[in-house]
T-cell receptor
């Protein structure tokens, strides 16, 4: 299973763009990259998923370089409500026995 | 879409009792469900993976007789903490997916278990 490494914490101000990078040097060919957001005492929420290049949805963008050994979650114009823990996961979703292991995550604190 | 409901959200019980936690996929059929445990300020720790109609696969160090998992249908998985003790107090979270190569996990809101 590919292991992920993220910064433990990040601070930002409201209205700024936040980029959180995740390292996954041992990513396998079939692995997808998925990002989740977790608020205290809640289950994680899916943010975005990608395999290569760039993916964008209504809340975030995900940038994946050609070697796929890292990925960057970009949150445009963060607000106070974006204060949460963000997890990068790498796993093979295509086989019946797949599983994903959560890393430590990045604790984002958005200040006014 | 892709809603996972977990019940109860909070439970307090006496040491020695058994507690059952339910995880339901409300609008999709979950071929695979996962159970996690999370301590304060820590990441999620995978306890077991269950596929509908099959026995659960437990992670190393997780006692299968202590944490009974049943994935009896495509929409329901249960985790029973048997003879619970204070050290079993934790935040338990389930997730579900339908297993296609592009489908992420969808998580319940967790169950806060407190054993007195």
């Amino acid at each position: 299973l590919a292991k992920t490494t993220q910064p433990i914490s990040m601070d930002s101000y409201e209205g700024q763009e936040v980029n959180i990078t995740c390292s996954h040097n041992n990513i396998a060919t079939n692995d997808y990259i998925t990002w989740y957001q977790q608020f205290p005492s809640q289950g994680p929420r899916f943010i975005i998923q990608g395999y290569k290049t760039k993916v964008t949805n209504e809340v975030a963008s995900l940038f994946i370089p050609a070697d796929r050994k890292s990925s960057t979650l970009s949150l445009p114009r963060v607000s106070l409500s974006d204060t949460a823990v963000y997890y990068c996961l790498v796993g093979d979703l295509g086989t019946g026995g797949f599983k994903t292991i959560f890393g430590a995550g990045t604790r984002l604190f958005v200040k006014a | 879409g892709a809603v996972v409901s977990q019940h109860p959200s909070w439970v307090i019980c006496k040491s020695g009792t058994s507690v059952k936690i339910e995880c339901r996929s409300l609008d999709f059929q979950a071929t695979t469900m996962f159970w996690y445990r999370q301590f304060p300020k820590q990441s999620l720790m995978l306890m077991a993976t269950s596929n509908e109609g099959s026995k659960a696969t437990y992670e190393q160090g997780v006692e299968k007789d202590k944490f009974l998992i049943n994935h009896a249908s495509l929409t329901l998985s249960t985790l029973t903490v048997t003879s619970a003790h204070p050290e079993d107090s934790s935040f338990y979270i389930c997730s579900a997916t339908w297993g296609d190569s592009n489908q992420p996990q969808h998580f319940g809101d967790g169950t806060r278990l407190s054993i007195l």
